[in-house]
């Protein structure tokens, strides 16, 4: 911050209050570009157009999000390791809204004959713990990845699985 420590606890009584306040910052400024924005519009499109090209979409905008905000993201995850109180207090305001738009989405295309009728939340979990290693790895790792035809390559095997269909089986 370029200011002596004792300027920083002029305005913070302690060092977890400062934490609060770039953690109140993050989750009430800056998550919500990345974990709530898109989703009524997925929504939407996924009832009129191909449910595929429109959660690539989504996705691609999401690491975007992502990509630009991934030291807020830092943040989080390293400190809600070491206190029990603002992993409870931050997480549950980001992750059930997220989770919930999610399987909106999921339950949309399942009404829309486009996926099937399996448990949504365990459908979209499945989902993105493909989605949020692969955003790892571009952004935590720096691996250098064609995203788009990373994405591709995600929600075919989502879409479709690994196993080859053999034709009459």
Known sequence: AMVAEGTIFKYYATKKQLLR???EYIVHETAPSIFKNSLE???AKCGTGDAKAV???LLAEKVEDISRNVNCIKIIVNEIQYHEDLK???LECLLPD???GLEGVYTMGVNNGVFRDINPHTAVRSFMGMFVLMTA???LLNKSLDISQELDTVLDIYMNGVIIRKEGV
Do not use: M, T
Request: glycine residues 6%; aromatic residues 12%.
């Open 41 to 43: 519009e997925v929504i």
């Open 137 to 139: 790895e571009k952004n």
């Open 98 to 100: 997220f989770i919930k």
């Open 88 to 90: 409870g207090e931050y």
């Open 21 to 23: 306040e770039v953690l």
């Open 55 to 57: 959660i690539k979409q």
